[in-house]
């Protein structure tokens, strides 16, 4: 089977393949704080946080589609899609370390950003494109949001720590 080009997805399934990688990402953060938790439980607390926030944008997404399109989400993935960005299995990441770890973070929302502003100029109808907007601004802090929770859970000594426990 091929993928299929994201301009020919219509705008129930955008939908559909925002909430499937918003749920996606919500699981990977969790497993990234869970890799992390007895090392770097100061870390691991970041990414619960991001989880929570990815949780957020899949409520809001799945109340748009619900209003919509109504209960049934076509069942629509990253792996369906020719050109869609990939994420690495979080097993692949984690033994990297916290760096390494933080580094993919970065690279998730400002892959999921990008996502969002296509994804907005495909849209016609009103309300699915300023959440689709919104949702891209949202991803567009999160850099922004990870570096504020990170310096209220990782302040400089505690990455010190953290950064001569990777060193062991």
């Given at each position: 089977f091929g993928r299929r080009p994201f301009e020919s997805l219509s705008e129930q399934e955008i939908l559909a393949l925002a909430i499937s990688s918003e749920e996606d990402d919500g699981?990977?953060?969790?497993?990234?704080?869970?890799?992390?938790?007895?090392?770097?439980?100061?870390?691991?607390?970041?990414?619960?946080?991001m989880a929570e926030e990815e949780d957020g944008h899949r409520d809001s997404l799945i109340?748009?589609?619900?209003?919509?399109?109504?209960?049934?989400?076509?069942?629509?993935?990253?792996?369906?899609?020719?050109?869609?960005y990939e994420r690495k299995p979080d097993w692949l990441v984690r033994p990297l370390g916290v760096e390494a770890v933080r580094r993919q973070a970065e690279a998730m929302e400002r892959q999921a950003y990008l996502f969002y502003v296509e994804a907005a100029k495909r849209t016609t109808d009103a309300?699915?494109?300023?959440?689709?907007?919104?949702?891209?601004?949202?991803?567009?802090?999160?850099?922004?949001?990870?570096?504020?929770?990170?310096?209220?859970?990782?302040p400089g000594d505690v990455k010190d720590e953290e950064a001569a426990a990777e060193q062991r």
């Open positions: 699981r990977i953060y969790r497993a990234y704080a869970d890799g992390l938790a007895e090392t770097f439980p100061q870390s691991a607390k970041v990414f619960e946080e109340e748009l589609f619900r209003k919509r399109f109504g209960e049934r989400i076509p069942l629509i993935r990253r792996e369906h899609v020719k050109g869609y309300s699915t494109r300023k959440l689709l907007d919104d949702l891209a601004l949202a991803e567009q802090g999160h850099e922004t949001l990870a570096q504020r929770l990170e310096q209220t859970h990782v």
